[in-house]
């Protein structure tokens, strides 16, 4: 059994957000004020979430990526990963900003944890307080190094670039990939941050990243999937990767094979979705699988085209990403 779209995109990718929750304020993210999130009744329970992706994998969902809010700071997320590692999933992984990751790495592992995404905008100490309102640049790459010298590895580490703010520091990333043999991704400057302030000219385009990567170091294209997000390259000289992943300037929405669970227990189609899909009132009264499988098939098929976010009358959507899940 497999799940469709009515453009014929197979859905075999699932993010599931396992809190709103965060130790971190990015500005591209969140507003400055951390009292701003959901009640804990809102959030669904461990075995609320289990159960959507247990049934979710019996619809062909093959990859599962755990993201937040900040999936490390909900306690009980090792044991939640292990229940998900008994599923039998082709790929099991975390986006996390590594703040605890140094601390409970090798439990991840033992869980069964595939691989992890580390979020890390900045390697200078006061830029990367200016981005994430938090001195925690020490701990993220103690957790990089703790994730670097596990099975995790290679890990991949994600920049948000916003012109003005970090854009600077491509070549630096770069640098970082190479020297400690990691997968650098860079994202493009989505207009999902909390406050409003994105624009089209904060946006960093990937073609400016390649150019300027490659002016200093020769790269070699990967290979990918059609759906993955991220173009991918080697350095013809040396080790470690880049990802770029240019969601704005190059959609990549005809190959999408992504669906989202919000931690209040919504089904989110698109990234952009004017609006969700609530499975939890299902979850919370009484409702069979078999009718929380009728639900999802009739919502998946109506899975959004493309984002539109290059469209002129493109509306962001009113739940930003503290609540998505990224
Ligand atoms: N807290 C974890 C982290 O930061 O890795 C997981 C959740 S976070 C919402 C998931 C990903 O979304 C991170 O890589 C983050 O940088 C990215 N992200 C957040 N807001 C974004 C935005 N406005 N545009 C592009 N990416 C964004
Ligand atoms: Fe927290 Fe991740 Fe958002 Fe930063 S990007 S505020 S770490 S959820």
Not at 94 to 114: E, F, I, K, P, Q
Not at 152 to 180: S, W, Y
Not at 282 to 290: F, P, T, V
Request: glycine share 8%.
């Amino acid at each position: 059994m497999t799940l469709q779209d009515k453009f014929g995109r197979q859905i075999t990718d699932l993010r599931v957000s396992v809190t709103d929750r965060c130790n971190f304020r990015c500005v591209y993210c969140r507003s400055a004020d951390p009292e701003n999130h959901l009640p804990n009744g809102d959030l669904l329970t461990w075995d609320e979430l289990e159960r959507l992706v247990r049934i979710l994998v019996g619809l062909g969902i093959r990859k599962v990526r755990v993201t937040g809010g900040e999936p490390l700071a909900r306690p009980g997320i090792e044991e939640f990963v292990a229940r998900l590692a008994r599923l039998g999933l082709r790929d099991l992984s975390m986006t996390t900003n590594g703040l605890a990751l140094a601390g409970c790495c090798d439990r991840l592992v033992r869980a069964g944890l595939h691989r992890v995404n580390i979020s890390l905008d900045s390697l200078d100490p006061g830029k990367f307080e200016r981005i994430t309102r938090t001195r925690a640049l020490p701990q993220v790459l103690e957790g990089i190094r703790a994730a670097q010298a596990s099975p995790l590895r290679p890990v991949k580490v994600n920049a948000v670039l916003v012109r003005g703010l970090n854009d600077d520091e491509v070549e630096n990333f770069a640098e970082f990939a190479r020297v400690h043999d990691l997968v650098m991704r860079f994202i493009e400057f989505m207009p999902l941050d909390a406050d409003r302030h994105w624009t089209r000219n904060l946006v960093v385009p990937a073609a400016e990243v390649k150019r300027r990567i490659e002016a200093r170091w020769p790269l070699v294209p990967l290979p990918h999937e059609p759906s993955e997000t991220a173009r991918k390259f080697r350095f013809a000289d040396g080790r470690g990767e880049i990802g770029l992943i240019a969601p704005v300037s190059q959609p990549f929405c005809g190959f999408c094979s992504r669906i989202r669970i919000t931690a209040d227990g919504k089904l989110r189609t698109c990234l952009f979705s004017q609006e969700d899909h609530d499975l939890r009132h299902l979850l919370r009264n009484g409702a069979s699988d078999e009718q929380i499988v009728a639900e999802i098939r009739s919502r998946v098929l109506e899975k959004e085209e493309g984002h539109r976010i290059n469209e002129p009358d493109f509306v962001p959507p009113a739940r930003t990403m503290v609540f998505i899940g990224g």
